[in-house]
C-alpha cells in the first residue's frame, strides 16, 4: 500500500487526466455546477468492496484499484467519472438520492446515470470496445446471465442511443 503523500499524488493524477474532458464539463452544465468544481470534491481512499463509492458528497476510491488487476485495458480514471456524477447528485440535486444498496443496484436511475456517464468517457477515452467490456465485467460481477435482460441494462448502462447521438452531431 502507498502512503499518503503518494496515495494524494495518485488522486490529483487521476483528477488531472479528467480535467476539462468534455463528459466532465457537460455534466457539470448538467447540473449547473462551476467546472472547477472538481477542486472542491473530497477524494479519498478506503477499504471497500466496491471500486469506489460516494457517501455524503465524499468519493472514496478502494484500495483495490491501485491493483488495477480488474481493468487492464484502462486506467482507473473512469471511477472518478462516475463517482462525480453521484457528487453532483448530492450535492447540486434537490432530493436525496436512492442508495446503491437500495432495491436492484443496475434498475438504480442514480447508479444508471453514473454508467452511461463512465462508459461515455471510457468510449471518447480509450474505445467503444472498452466501454462495452467493462459494462459486461460489470454485469458478471451481478449475475446478470438472462440474454434479455443483459442486452436490455447493457443498452441502458452504455446509453447507446445517447452516445450515437453525440457522435453524430459532434457534441
Known sequence: MKNKK????YINSLKEKIRGHE???RMCADWDAPEDVLDLIPI??????????????????????????????????HYLIHEISHYLQQCYGDKPTKGSNEGDYLDNEFEQEG??????????EYSKEDAVKYIN?????????DP?????????????AQLRARRVNGV
Open 44 to 77: 479519498g481512499f478506503a477499504d471497500l468492496d466496491v471500486s469506489a463509492r460516494t457517501d455524503h458528497g465524499v468519493i472514496y476510491l478502494s484500495y483495490k484499484v491501485l491493483e488495477n488487476d480488474t481493468e487492464p485495458d484502462i486506467e482507473n480514471d
Open 6 to 9: 503518494e496515495l494524494l499524488k
Open 137 to 145: 465485467r460489470v454485469l458478471d460481477k451481478h449475475e446478470v446471465t
Open 23 to 25: 463528459v466532465l464539463q
Open 115 to 124: 454508467f452511461q456517464n463512465q462508459t461515455e468517457y471510457i468510449a471518447d
Open 148 to 160: 434479455e435482460e443483459r442486452e436490455d441494462k447493457t443498452e441502458v448502462l452504455l446509453n447507446i
